[in-house]
């Protein structure tokens, strides 16, 4: 038995930032890692963005109520939970991913928290640096073998840490600055690859 | 988000080698960690009878296949879903509770492997020493805090690492033995405290 971590926006739901940034209208919310390769940096200029717009928790929970997984989300991780033990891996917030989790069954998820007054979002909470290797290495710890699957620069050190990796839809300039890594557009392939 | 490790045997599901002691009415079967509370002294019980009784893995998955969710099992855990990563932390082997974690959703499951020889169990290997505490750690160094729920002897450890514990239905002589770990016997009870 190996424990398979996913990433979650790009992999099994849309990018959530893009959901948010069609609801507000608010263009530069569309820049995600693959843009701003520092998570923190990109993080700055999203609540920066919304602090200057007055989007309000309440705004983007709504937007996320919106969205869904991608189509084949489900039943690639219907056959995934037959065949591993899965732990999604996400640098996104409780406070947003919840209602998608309820979408895909409540797969266990490892994110960050928001700091949240009121309805406004004031700052956000990294669990701990590199989180998402730590997961990673956490399992391996456990004595599990982990295969991961990302698409993006925030995936890197997931993906170096874990025993197999694997990129999903991810941009020629990532997926070309680790050619050792190999690359699936659809989940057949990934499933046929996994 | 704090993560709830959950014992399975006793907390969501029946006792699994009590399906089998009755498919197979070989009564010392019955015996279970709270009536030989050495883990590798019960195995080693167990798996000398199944061979003396020439009982096969598939006698023993159709036995397993009968069994379903404690009742009240599925709500408990549809609740616990949204307020918390839910980890399932067990001393039994993934080739026996697949299809139970299937009746359950699919929740993480974290537990051992048996050694299987055509049809017959050969023998098993534990995934690590204390693996149920160890398990509650590695969620502690990934700067969760950690809430865990178990019945018997082979969850003392794990409820002693944990941040916050629960005896879930756990005899006399188990409880007795930890008098500052609160008790719950309905999943009502155990809601209200966590």
């Not at 200029?45 to 929970?61: K, M, S």
């Not at 997931?158 to 890594?181: E, G, S, T």
């Amino acid at each position: 038995m190996k424990v398979l971590c996913l990433d979650l926006e790009g992999v099994l739901v849309p990018e959530i930032w893009h959901g948010i940034a069609r609801a507000t209208g608010i263009e530069i919310l569309n820049k995600t890692t693959r843009d701003i390769p520092v998570y923190e940096d990109l993080m700055r200029l999203r609540l920066d963005t919304i602090e200057r717009h007055a989007v309000t928790l309440g705004t983007i929970r709504r937007a996320i109520a919106d969205l869904d997984p991608l189509p084949g989300a489900d039943r690639f991780l219907a056959w995934a939970h037959r065949r591993f033990q899965v732990a999604i891996l996400s640098d996104t917030f409780y406070e947003f991913a919840m209602p998608l989790m309820a979408k895909l069954g409540f797969p266990l998820l490892l994110c960050h928290r928001l700091v949240v007054e009121g309805d406004r979002i004031v700052d956000y909470r990294l669990r701990q640096e590199q989180a998402k290797a730590a997961a990673v290495r956490a399992f391996q710890a456990l004595e599990y073998e982990v295969v991961a699957v990302g698409d993006s620069y925030n995936d890197i050190d997931m993906l170096l840490a874990a025993d197999r990796a694997c990129f999903f839809r991810a941009p020629d300039r990532v997926a070309d600055a680790h050619r050792d890594i190999p690359r699936f557009e659809t989940y057949d392939e990934l499933r046929g690859a996994l």
